[in-house]
T-cell receptor, first 113, second 116 residues
Framework: DSGVTQTPKHLITATGQRVTLRCSPRSGDLSVYWYQQSLDQGLQFLIQYYNGEERAKGNILERFSAQQFPDLHSELNLSSLELGDSALYFC????????????FGEGSWLTVV | AQKITQTQPGMFVQEKEAVTLDCTYDTSDQSYGLFWYKQPSSGEMIFLIYQGSYDEQNATEGRYSLNFQKARKSANLVISASQLGDSAMYFCAMRRLQNRDDKIIFGKGTRLHILP
């Protein structure tokens, strides 16, 4: 158990819909990262937050948004879903130091039909 | 630009043999961290081992060791005495922390198959 909690674990939804993925970081971790992994693909960095503030943005679509709340949990909102958005979405957390390990949640499997 | 390269898309190794998974990286930073993760078919990302850019000794964690060659910018993962349960996807990653920018980038991964 990495200590990073993601919900839901599995989600099936229709095209055009909107979903919210939730992440609770490890206790004490202020940094939260979101990644997308499509079938047989590597991990694509989406966005990073530190203590509620957006710090880095990757290849995140305009239809996607995220935030980190005062209690440090984070949500990734995916809207106007398309078939190509089907993927495994990971949340990870860490202390803010190069030497600190980044721990991943179990991921949220999103299937868009 | 930061980049991680894993040149072996797939590998087949006999059980109990040692295996080396290659990873090279590109960065102009002096301070960075290198990580290896294992992703079994169930999907979770499991942290295996970490090496800091200033660490003089190679990191080891049980059957895992990291062959760190800073001048060559390589950080190969060595798994000794491979087991069937080692069959998985393996990702090399690099973390840089510069000013407000905290990025972790991943290679495309190597799929390891352990043969009985």
């Amino acid at each position: 158990d990495s200590g990073v909690t993601q919900t839901p674990k599995h989600l099936i939804t229709a095209t055009g819909q909107r979903v919210t993925l939730r992440c609770s970081p490890r206790s004490g971790d202020l940094s939260v990262y979101w990644y997308q992994q499509s079938l047989d693909q590597g991990l694509q960095f989406l966005i990073q937050y530190y203590n509620g503030e957006e710090r880095a943005k990757g290849n995140i679509l305009e239809r996607f948004s995220a935030q980190q709340f005062p209690d440090l949990h984070s949500e990734l909102n995916l809207s106007s879903l398309e078939l190509g958005d089907s993927a495994l979405y990971f949340c990870a957390s860490s202390h803010r130091s190069v030497g600190n390990t980044i721990y991943f949640g179990e991921g949220s499997w999103l299937t868009v039909v | 630009a930061q980049k991680i390269t894993q040149t072996q898309p797939g590998m087949f190794v006999q059980e109990k043999e040692a295996v080396t998974l290659d990873c090279t990286y590109d960065t102009s930073d002096q301070s960075y961290g290198l990580f290896w993760y294992k992703q079994p078919s169930s999907g979770e990302m499991i942290f295996l081992i970490y090496q800091g850019s200033y660490d003089e000794q190679n990191a080891t964690e049980g059957r895992y060791s990291l062959n760190f060659q800073k001048a060559r910018k390589s950080a190969n993962l060595v798994i000794s005495a491979s087991q069937l349960g080692d069959s998985a996807m393996y990702f090399c990653a690099m973390r840089r922390l510069q000013n407000r920018d905290d990025k972790i980038i991943f290679g495309k991964g190597t799929r390891l198959h352990i043969l009985p």
